[in-house]
C-alpha cells in the first residue's frame, strides 16, 4: 500500500539530507509509528507519502501509484483517498462543526442528501455527535483533535496519516485520542503515525520504524519507542542554598530578640554576623549531608556550593496567534480542489 524504495530528500540549503536510502513497506491495514528526535525525517516520510513533496532520489509508492509520475493536477484527486492529521488541527474558525467536516464532501461534489448522512454518522463515530452547531473555540483541544479526525475521515480513506496529533493535548485527552485511532484502524484504515508519544507506542506494541538523522535504524513488529535519553525532562531541578536562607532568617530574628531583652539594645552588626556565620554553616552542612544520602553513586570529589544566581523576572507566555486559513488554501491542502473527469486515478487494491 505505502513502498519507499531507496528515498533520499534533499532540502535547498541544507547539507545534510533529510532522508538518506530509506527503503521500507506498510501492507494494507497496519498500523505504523515512525519514531525518532526531532529532524530525524519523520515529518518529511508523511509529506513525501501525502505528495507534499517528491523525493529527490528513489520513488515513493501509494495506493499502486508512483508519486512521481503523477501530475500535478491530480494531486487533489489522489489526496481524497488519504487522510492527514495535523498537530495545529487547522480548523476553519467562521464554521460549524458540521460545517467543517460537511467542507471536504462539498468541494468534491457529494449531493446535500450523503453529507447530511455522512456526517453525522462521522461526527458520531469521534465522538461528537450532538454538537454539530458549536464553532471551534467552542470546543477543548480534544474535541477540535476530533474535528479534525472526524474531517480526515469522511472521505472515508484507505490511508490515514498523523503528525503529532497528541502534541497540543493534555495527557488524559491524549489517551482518549490514541484510543480514537485505535478504533479507526480495526475497522480496515491503514494508519501511519509520527510520534514522540514513547508510553504509548511502549503500551500499543505496533509496528515501530525508528529514523535517526534521516535513516532508517529498526523496523520492528511489535516494538516500543526505544531510546528515551533524548526526550527532555521537565522535572524542576532543587533549588541549592534554601535551607542556608532559612537558617539566617530565623537566627537575625532570635538573636535580636536575646539581645534586646537581656540589654534593651540592638545588638551590633558584628556580632549578628558571628553569630549568623555559624547557623549557616551548620545549615549547609546538614543540606549536603541530606544530597550525599539520597545520591545512588557519592562523587568522590569534594562537592562545591554554587553561588546564588540573581533571581530575574518570569518569561511572559505568549498565546499562539490562529492562523487565518481560507477554503481555497485548505481545500487544496487536503486534496479537495476542482475535480475534472480526466483527473479520476482512484485507489488501487
Known sequence: MIRFENVTK????????????????????????????????KSSCLRLILREETPSDGRVVVLGRDLRTLSNRKVPYFRRHVGAVFQDFRLLPG?????????????TGSSRAFIQ???PEVLAL???????????HELSGGEQQRVAIARALVNRPQVLLADEPTGNLDPATSVDIMQL??????GGTTVVMATHEAGFVDQMQRRVIELKDGEMVRDERHGGYGDTSGIPSLAPEPERGAA???ALTAVLELHREIVENETGEQPAASEVAAAVAEEIAQAEKA?????????????????????ERPRTNPIPVVEAIEMDVSELG????????????????????
Do not use: M, W
Request: hydrophobic residues 40%; without cysteine; charged residues 30%.
Open 10 to 41: 534533499r532540502y535547498r540549503g541544507t547539507a545534510r539530507p533529510a532522508l538518506n536510502d530509506v527503503d521500507f513497506e506498510v501492507l494494507r491495514g497496519e498500523f505504523v509509528f515512525l519514531v525518532g528526535a526531532s529532524g530525524s525525517g
Open 95 to 107: 464554521k460549524t462543526i458540521f460545517q467543517n467536516v460537511a467542507f471536504t464532501l462539498q468541494v
Open 117 to 119: 448522512q455522512a456526517v
Open 126 to 136: 469521534v465522538g461528537l455527535d450532538g454538537k454539530e452547531k458549536r464553532l471551534p
Open 181 to 186: 485511532f485505535s478504533r479507526i484502524h480495526a
Open 244 to 246: 542556608a536562607v532559612a
Open 287 to 307: 543540606e549536603l549531608l541530606e544530597e550525599a544520602i539520597h545520591e545512588p553513586e557519592p562523587a568522590e570529589q569534594p562537592i562545591v556550593k554554587e553561588p
Open 330 to 349: 485548505l481545500a487544496d491542502r487536503l486534496g479537495l480542489g476542482e475535480q475534472r473527469d480526466e483527473d479520476e486515478v482512484g485507489p488501487t487494491s
